[in-house]
């Protein structure tokens, strides 16, 4: 994202499309498998043996809320302006994708360790 070519604002650009696309079917697919989550999982599981990791699974799902609306702004930036020709905007620019990212990293990580919890 430092470099100033064209080729590297494209690239950039291709990234920031990608990402968020990966996002929305994961977070798409979520929404399918929710309900059954909920009702075999945390309601006959979690709550009754590890009520800790529930909340733990609502921290996550409200911070996907969050990271959609970071990709979200990260991917219309993208397009619209030159996040390398303002300044202002570059900082945006770079946390929403940071902001973006550490979330992703974080409940892929949590989700994974509930995922064990269970299949133990």
Known sequence: ?????????????????????????????????????RHYVQALYFEASLPWATGMFEIKEHLLALAFVAGLGHYLLRGRVNPFADKEMRVLYKLLAIVFWAIVVYSSISGAALTMFRSY
């Open 1 to 37: 994202m430092n470099g100033k070519s064209e080729k590297s604002i494209k690239v950039e650009q291709k990234f920031a499309a990608i990402s968020f696309y990966a996002f929305l079917v994961c977070f798409i697919i979520g929404m399918v498998v929710y309900p059954a989550f």
